[in-house]
């Protein structure tokens, strides 16, 4: 998860024009992301099997909270747990 984090970072330089958000892309270690509220969109069904067993270590460790949020596909909300 966190080499997918950091490709992303990567290829967002391409899009970003902004000199200083460049500048902070450069210096900032974005992954895992600094705390607060963050959204990760998954487009397939998944089980806590098939994440990687670092996936949760790093989350719980930094006192990050991982809320799974589950829809319909139409945006209605099914159910969360955290």
Same mark, same amino acid.
């Not at 391409?14 to 974005?30: C, E, G, T, V, W």
């Not at 959204?39 to 790093?58: H, I, Q, R």
């Given at each position: 998860?966190? $080499?997918? @984090?950091? $490709? ?22 974005? @992954? =895992? =992301? ?17 994440? =990687?067993?670092?996936?949760?270590? =790093?989350?719980?460790?930094? $006192? ?15 159910? @969360?747990?955290?």
């Amino acid at each position: 998860m966190l $080499e997918k @984090c950091n $490709e992303a970072v990567k290829g967002a330089h391409k899009y970003i024009k902004d000199s200083k958000a460049q500048d902070f892309l450069r210096q900032n270690k974005l @992954c =895992p =992301p600094p705390k607060g509220h963050w959204t990760m969109t998954f487009s397939k069904v998944f089980s806590s099997e098939d994440l =990687p067993k670092s996936f949760f270590g =790093p989350l719980q460790s930094n $006192e990050y909270w991982l809320t799974f949020s589950f829809t319909d596909g139409r945006d209605k909300k099914l159910g @969360c747990a955290r």
